[in-house]
């Protein structure tokens, strides 16, 4: 199956679980592609110890575009 998830917020708790739900099915043999579109840029200012967005994002083996 392929899946897009367009992500455009920079809620930290609402990335993380949609990158962990992106991994999921990568790992389930999906075609996932994430796309991050307006406040969604600024995933990386995200992160913090509780939702580690970066840690789900360098596990990502899709299509990533910023």
């Known amino acids: 199956m392929k899946i897009l998830f367009i992500i455009s917020t ?9 990158m962990r739900l992106a991994n ?3 790992k389930h043999g999906d075609e996932i592609s994430v796309f ?3 406040s969604g840029v600024l995933f990386e200012q ?3 110890e509780q939702f580690n967005v970066i840690e789900q ?8 575009y910023v």
């Open 46 to 48: 995200a992160s913090s």
């Open 10 to 18: 920079d809620k930290g708790e609402t990335i993380y679980n949609a």
């Open 24 to 26: 999921t099915g990568v």
């Open 36 to 38: 991050m579109l307006g």
């Open 57 to 64: 994002v360098n596990q990502f083996k899709g299509d990533f």
